[in-house]
């Protein structure tokens, strides 16, 4: 489960995150929603370590341990998967093996035995034919001249292969047309199941068509203002955000 508990954090000394409470319990998938500027990238970033963000209060932990006191790399290795809203493009790197170094990583860190490269094809292509991908998706390097569709595509074929407790994606912005927000859609209902917990940001409602939240909670400058069933997120793109500025 995770717990985040009056996390408040700063960017060039401006306070971003006011206070934010949230528990996702595990096998639960809570979307967060809000205006623009209201602070949900971010608490993306804040949860994934990036650098220039400072936190100044409040913990965050996730299975009792403390996910901020530890480095973005082992937040892997404890089971949590970051999905970036800009995934990097890696020249000279091969998808297949950088898929794969990721998950050994997280493999030694469960104990489970690594995956040699046979192995672990067999089981990217079955991921990849489950997710209704194109073959060639893992022969390419890291990103490189892929579609923001197919960059999509590939952060959910590694979520897929990671199998993590805990996926955090941040769906901000540009770029996501209606198959992309499918695709997001499918990877994380696949992987949904009691030893799972989702925070999805976005603020397309049209995604929580096809991944039906457990909890959906507004975020307006830097605090969770109001939180609700499914149906807040209707009612919200109904009636907008007026009305919902923290106190
Ligand atoms: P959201 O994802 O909800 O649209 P963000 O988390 O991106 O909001 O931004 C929250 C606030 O932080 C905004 O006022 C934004 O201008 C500010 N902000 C974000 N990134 C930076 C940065 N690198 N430097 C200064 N201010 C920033
Ligand atoms: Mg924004
Ligand atoms: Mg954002």
């Known amino acids: ?28 998938v809570h979307a967060i929603m809000g205006p623009n500027g209201a602070g ?15 936190v ?7 299975n009792g341990r403390d996910l901020l006191a530890i480095e973005p790399e082992e937040r892997a290795a404890a089971g949590v998967f970051l999905a970036f809203q800009y995934p990097v493009e890696l020249p000279g790197v091969g998808n297949a093996n950088f898929i794969r170094t990721a998950l050994n990583a997280v493999r030694r860190a469960r104990g489970e035995p690594e995956l040699d490269a046979v192995a672990f094809l067999k089981e990217a292509r079955s991921a990849i034919k489950a997710l209704k991908m194109p073959d060639d998706m893992l022969k390419r390097n890291v990103n490189v001249g892929f579609s923001g569709g197919e960059k999509k595509r590939n952060e959910i074929l590694q979520m897929a292969l ?4 805990l996926a955090l994606l941040d769906e901000t912005d540009s770029g996501l047309d209606i198959d992309a927000l499918k ?16 925070l999805v940001i976005t603020h397309y409602q049209r995604l929580l068509d096809h991944i039906v939240p457990d909890r959906v909670h ?23 955000y007026a009305g919902l500025e923290a106190a």
């Open 183 to 198: 695709i997001v859609a499918d990877g994380v209902n696949a992987l949904r199941g009691p030893r799972f917990s989702a």
């Open 40 to 54: 949900k990238s971010t608490l993306s970033y804040v949860l994934s370590g990036r650098e220039g963000y400072e």
């Open 218 to 240: 507004v975020l307006a400058a830097g605090q969770i203002v109001r939180s609700g069933g499914p149906e807040l997120a209707l009612e919200l793109e109904a009636n907008g």
């Open 56 to 62: 100044t209060g409040g913990s965050v932990l996730f």
């Open 1 to 28: 489960m995770l717990e985040i508990k009056g996390l408040t954090a700063k960017i060039d000394d401006k306070e971003i995150l006011r206070g934010i409470d949230l528990t996702v319990p595990d096998g639960e």
């Open 162 to 165: 990671l199998k993590p407790a």
